[in-house]
């Protein structure tokens, strides 16, 4: 069963557009959050993170929602380039001793220009 | 500073050898952790380990898999008998503590033929 769930496979928008990629999880345990970007061949790229205290946080052209009721969180990438074609992984982990990141299957993202 | 490395980057193996992966983690790094992705799959957590200690295997299959970190040199991830299924992308991350973010490497890439 997986925790953690990213059920847009992929998403293709135009430059200068937003970029949404939408993120659930089940274990009510999760409380702290992070997305993930991996061009192919190289491993992912730490790119933002959001703690459970918070709803939201901002860096740059990137923005991360977290909506804790609903188990949901959203990355907006705006606005979007095409050096942001990547694919996009979110992952959480537990306050707990000895809990590794759990991931989503991630999002192919193509920004066209 | 260099970052999390991994070697080999491929790896070609026949059914039934062994393959053994490396993973040297960021330099003050402690914790390292394995994950595989298969084709159009994400990242799946393997194991979680501490210097000398596994901390978390419940990802790792039962049989023909098993891991270590020594106190001196690489992590090692090891899958005896090789088959087919095993084909993969494999990626080791290390962070600082429990909670920081993780950095991956370039990943090896395994292939069974």
């Known amino acids: 069963d997986q925790q953690v769930k990213q059920n847009s496979p992929s998403l293709s928008v135009q430059e200068g557009r937003i970029s949404i990629l939408n993120c659930d999880y089940t274990?009510?345990?999760?409380?702290?959050f992070l997305w993930y970007k991996k061009y192919p061949a190289e491993g992912p790229t730490f790119l933002i993170s959001?703690?459970?205290?918070?709803d939201k946080n901002e860096d740059g052209r990137f923005t991360v929602f977290l909506n804790k009721s609903a188990k949901h969180l959203s990355l907006h990438i705006v606005p979007s380039q095409p050096g942001d074609s990547a694919v996009y992984f979110c992952?959480?982990?537990?306050?707990?001793?000895?809990?590794?990141?759990?991931f989503g299957k991630g999002t192919t993202l193509s920004v066209s220009s | 500073n260099a970052g999390v490395m991994q070697n080999p980057r491929h790896l070609v193996r026949r059914r039934g050898q062994e393959a053994r992966l490396r993973c040297s983690p960021m330099?003050?790094?402690?914790?390292v952790y394995w994950y595989r992705q298969l084709p159009e799959e994400g990242l799946k957590f393997m194991v979680y380990?501490?210097?000398?200690?596994?901390?978390?295997e419940s990802g790792m299959p039962k049989e023909r898999f098993s891991a270590e970190f020594p106190k001196e040199g690489p992590s090692i991830l090891r899958i005896q008998q090789v088959v087919r299924g095993d084909s993969a992308a494999y990626f080791c991350?290390?962070?600082?503590?429990?909670?920081?973010?993780?950095?991956f490497g370039q990943g090896t890439r395994l292939t069974v033929v």
């Open positions: 330099k003050g790094h402690s914790h």
């Open positions: 992952a959480a982990s537990a306050d707990q001793a000895g809990t590794a990141l759990i």
């Open positions: 380990l501490q210097k000398e200690n596994i901390i978390d």
């Open positions: 991350a290390s962070s600082l503590a429990t909670r920081d973010e993780a950095f």
């Open positions: 959001i703690s459970s205290i918070k």
């Open positions: 274990n009510s345990m999760f409380d702290y």
